[in-house]
């Protein structure tokens, strides 16, 4: 149905005169018509241009854009941005629909008088203009709550998030008094801000202590999805059930909204603008723009609480692995010391031709010797573990002859070897290659595995050590060890753990294998550090093989 604008609320023999020289264009196929309306408007101060045909108007507002647009329904169907206000004749229904297809603003029955005509171009102006502004307010106020928002995604700090909220708040708003204050809950921190106008003083702590109990009023507007408004005159949006604090309402504000912020289906704080001495009309777009903001607050602190208890997590973390490391520095120390004083002891026992030991003793000595070695090499892994696992050395990088460092390993390992009654055979080297290497560090790594291979290989067992040279796809050398043995073997499902530190196999642990877990994760860090890899395939039962290979260039030296 074709509706008409209400007036602007004046007596009918108020003269409608325009303040500002708008300008109107009046098109109208009536000569004597149009004559009529453009005099009427000229004479209420307007500025006139008139038509008489679609082709003239057009030819107007190419150059022109009036305030507003006065035309016969006749001419109504033209596109223009300018507000129509149409002269129709009521009693023909096809006008009338002619209008209203058009989307005509407002219209007038024709003839018009003139007081009538002037009253309702000058309200259409208004209307349209006050739509204006109000669309630009709008605009202006989504883009400044929009960089408060933007300002909450650019921080973690709790107490930043809530500064910016009700800075952003009362800024935009022009506030006198904006708070922010959290409930008890392990989702957000415990916080509070406040914002106040030049001239007032901060509220004071007492109004924040007590902002729990605003706590079933949030719970309650934030199961209704609305906030609670007051304008001055009265409250909306809440019941007597759903009031702010005592110490918040003594303030006596004229004009508040109280908006909380939640999460699932509990609030988690609540946020209060308030002007103090004047009352003011909140919109529903205003309100659904504050909601808005409070929603991306209560998820930027719920994000920052979890990223703070990461932090703190992290840090924990860290500090207990540096007491880990101070603690195996410390007794790696304390158990070194007796040791070397132990092993030298035997030593001189062991080499006395004056007063040489019985067979019997030499045979104790000998196991004494043995599980000596073995107390060494453990007090050794847990040096690498104190020193990889925290800060690493450089590697001291120099020319190292490998099928040398093998033999020297190898060697070192027969004895103990030949007590498991298991052999260990070296295969020769065509051509002993240097690799530049930590020499001390990969004489580690290959005695790891081989004093692994001697562990685990029962008695009979053989333990075969090889070394080729050999060159990829892409021309680079590199030099293959490999490390292979006829023991109990690794199923396939323990297989991706074994480097692991403190892991160890389950056969190893029902054999009662000695061992801490740790060789081959240090094996595994020195080879990575050295830019080389390890391999390792084994079936239960027939054994193991570990290839560990080395470039034979300048490695770039890992720290991880």
Not at 137 to 147: F, H, I
Not at 164 to 169: D, E, I, L, P, Q
Not at 390 to 398: F, N, V, Y
Not at 475 to 484: E, L, S, W, Y
């Amino acid at each position: 149905m074709l509706t008409s604008i209400e007036g602007d609320g004046l007596p009918a023999d108020t003269p409608h005169v325009a303040t500002v020289p708008y300008l109107a264009v009046v098109a109208d196929p009536d000569s004597g018509r149009r004559q009529f309306v453009a005099a009427a408007l000229e004479s209420a101060g307007f500025t006139v241009r008139a038509a008489g045909n679609s082709a003239d108007l057009s030819a107007i507002l190419d150059e022109a854009k009036p305030s507003v647009l006065v035309l016969d329904s006749s001419l109504s169907d033209i596109d223009v941005a300018a507000p129509v206000l149409a002269l129709v004749d009521l009693d023909s229904p096809s006008e009338v629909k002619a209008v209203e297809h058009a989307g005509v603003r407002d219209c007038i029955a024709k003839p018009p008088a003139a007081k009538e005509l002037i009253h309702r171009a000058t309200a259409l102006i208004n209307l349209v203009s006050r739509r204006t502004e109000a669309r630009h307010e709008a605009e202006t106020l989504r883009e400044r709550l929009r960089q408060v928002s933007a300002a909450l995604r650019g921080t973690n700090d709790p107490q930043q998030i809530a500064d910016f909220v009700v800075t952003g708040f009362g800024e935009t708003f022009g506030a006198d008094r904006v708070c922010l204050a959290t409930f008890e809950d392990d989702r957000v921190p415990l916080i509070t801000a406040q914002w106040h106008r030049r001239g007032l003083d901060p509220l004071p702590g007492t109004v924040f202590a007590a902002a729990e109990d605003a706590r079933p009023a949030a719970d309650l507007l934030w199961s209704r999805a609305e906030p609670l408004t007051a304008n001055g005159a009265s409250v909306q949006g809440g019941t007597d059930d759903a009031e702010l604090p005592a110490q918040l309402a003594a303030l006596n504000a004229s004009a508040y909204v109280a908006v909380p912020m939640g999460d699932g289906s509990s609030s988690l704080g609540i946020i209060w603008i308030a002007l103090l001495d004047a009352p003011r009309e909140w919109s529903r777009a205003e309100l659904g723009l504050i909601q808005h903001v409070a929603g991306n607050a209560a998820h930027a602190l719920i994000q920052s609480h979890l990223i703070t208890s990461q932090q703190q997590v992290v840090k924990q973390l860290r500090e207990l692995d540096k007491a880990k490391t101070d603690f195996l520095a410390t007794v790696n120390h304390e158990l070194r010391t007796p040791l070397t004083s132990i092993m030298a002891y035997l030593d001189m026992i062991q080499e006395n031709t004056t007063d040489p030991v019985s067979t019997d003793v030499h045979q104790m000595l000998d196991i004494v010797v043995r599980n000596t070695e073995r107390l060494r090499l453990l007090i050794e892994d847990m040096l690498s573990v104190s020193r990889h696992g925290h800060e690493l050395s450089p590697l001291q990088l120099t020319p190292v002859r490998l099928a040398r460092t093998l033999k020297i390993v190898t060697a070192a390992l027969t004895p103990l070897a030949k007590l498991q009654n298991v052999s260990i055979v070296l295969a020769p080297v065509a051509e002993d290659l240097d690799i530049l290497a930590d020499e001390v560090q990969l004489q580690q790594v290959f005695t790891n595995l081989v004093s692994n291979a001697v562990k685990f290989t029962p008695g009979g067992g053989r333990i075969d050590v090889g070394c080729v040279f050999e060159t990829d796809a892409g021309g680079t050398g590199r030099a293959a060890v490999t490390v292979a043995d006829t023991g109990m073997g690794i199923s396939d499902d323990e297989l991706a753990h074994i480097f692991t530190r403190f892991y160890r196999a389950s056969n190893a642990m029902s054999g009662a294998v000695p061992g801490t877990g740790l060789g081959l994760a240090i094996t595994q860090d020195i080879v990575d550090r050295h830019g080389g890899s390890i391999d390792v395939a084994s079936q239960l039962g027939q054994g193991t093989t570990v290839t560990v290979k080395l470039p034979l260039d300048t490695p770039s030296p890992q720290n991880h």
